[in-house]
Nanobody
Framework: QVQLVESGGGLVQPGGSLRLSCVAS????????MGWYRQAPGKQRELVAR???????DYDDSVKGRFTISRDSAKNTVYLQMNSLKFEDTAVYYC????????????WGQGTQVTVSS
């Protein structure tokens, strides 16, 4: 069964932190580069962080130095530690395996809402 379940979002003040989790079915997690995406209101979904099977990471410039992606093979889980959050980080966050084009490969999960507000 193909499944992606995100959690950990919430309301946070600017400068605050959140840790997102994504539990993926083993068939997805074990064979793919995984990524965190986000979609803000009125905008297209964008890739913000990716992690390879070996743990190599890459980040969009907008989050570099503030977000950290990691993966736990024992739990089939991908994490996104978000620090120094800004208003513009407000979005629904999703995880997925990356297709060769960088877009999500599998059906999207429900996502988790992150709202940065004072």
């Amino acid at each position: 069964q193909v499944q992606l379940v995100e959690s950990g979002g919430g309301l946070v003040q600017p400068g605050g932190s959140l840790r997102l989790s994504c539990v993926a079915s083993r068939s997805i997690f074990s064979n793919n580069v995984m990524g965190w995406y986000r979609q803000a209101p009125g905008k297209q979904r964008e890739l913000v962080a990716r992690i390879s099977l070996r743990g190599s990471t890459d980040y969009d410039d907008s989050v570099k130095g503030r977000f950290t992606i990691s993966r736990d093979s024992a739990k089939n889980t991908v994490y996104l530690q978000m620090n120094s959050l800004k208003f513009e980080d407000t979005a629904v966050y999703y995880c997925n395996a990356l297709s060769p084009s960088g877009k999500g490969f599998y059906p999207w999960g429900q996502g988790t809402q992150v709202t940065v507000s004072s």
